[in-house]
């Protein structure tokens, strides 16, 4: 399949594994006059349909065309992988060191769906909710489930050939205008400032105010390489 967008369009994929900041990434870039960012479209459909979804993301009429994608959600990756090089599309690795905070807000996020019908929450529904409770052995599924996809993805990522990068969550938590020049200067794009995302962050960067059970779950993993991330704190925001 052959992308026909205008001759000087640059196209670009974000690949993530989901809690690291990619809707917000998303909405920042499309503040951007030169810069289209489509959001998950490929999310349940069916091979055939997924090709001819990615070629109508991808020949958007504007210098610079993309869109996200969770890798698990490809259903044909070795297809994905030859479409990538062989259109140079750029991409993006959005991952998240904080293995531990990315399972809490996996969690919250599906307590919000539930209540709200999003994953996410919006500057125009400031309802705030309280800590929730999380069981171990829920916990740790999520967990080892967690890593897994991480690791698949990383292995996709690790053998591409085009002009990529790999980039996280924290360093936009702690410098998002930072962040955001990188990424834009990363694609080829002239650096302006954006509008800000109608999104605002669901979980405190302070566990012990979104788990309920903190110290409870915190104590399960004292002496693994889990319990710096329990207690890491980033922003106060």
């Not at 490809?74 to 750029?90: H, M, S, T």
């Not at 053998?159 to 924290?170: A, Q």
């Not at 694609?187 to 110290?215: M, T």
């Not at 207690?231 to 925001?237: G, H, T, W």
Request: some cysteine; hydrophobic content about 40%.
């Amino acid at each position: 399949m052959n992308l026909c967008a205008g001759k000087l369009t640059k196209k670009f994929i974000i690949l993530f594994e989901g809690r690291t900041g990619s809707s917000h990434v998303r909405q920042l870039l499309n503040g951007h006059p030169d810069i289209v960012c489509d959001s998950e479209q490929l999310y349940g459909l069916n091979a055939a349909s997924q090709k001819v979804k990615i070629a109508e993301m991808l020949s958007v009429n504007i210098p610079f065309a993309g869109f996200k994608t969770k890798l698990r959600d490809v259903k044909d990756p070795d297809y994905f992988a030859r479409l990538i090089e062989r259109e140079n599309i750029r991409i993006i690795y959005l991952d998240r060191k904080n293995l531990v905070k990315t399972v809490v807000s996996t969690l919250y996020a599906q307590m919000l769906v539930k209540k709200t019908g999003d994953y996410n929450r919006r500057k125009q529904n400031m309802q705030e909710y309280g800590p929730i409770h999380i069981q171990y052995s829920e916990f740790e599924w999520h967990i080892k489930l967690r890593k897994e996809l991480d690791e698949k993805l990383l292995t996709f990522f690790e053998k591409l050939s085009v002009t990529k990068t790999h980039v996280y969550y924290e360093e936009m938590l702690v410098d998002e205008e930072g962040f955001m020049r990188r990424l834009i200067e990363f694609l080829g794009a002239e650096w302006q400032p954006l509008n800000s995302s109608i999104l605002i962050k669901a979980v405190s960067d302070d566990l012990r105010n979104s788990v309920a059970n903190f110290d409870e779950l915190r104590s399960r993993y004292i002496g693994t390489p889990y319990e710096a991330m329990f207690d890491e704190i980033l922003n106060q925001r």
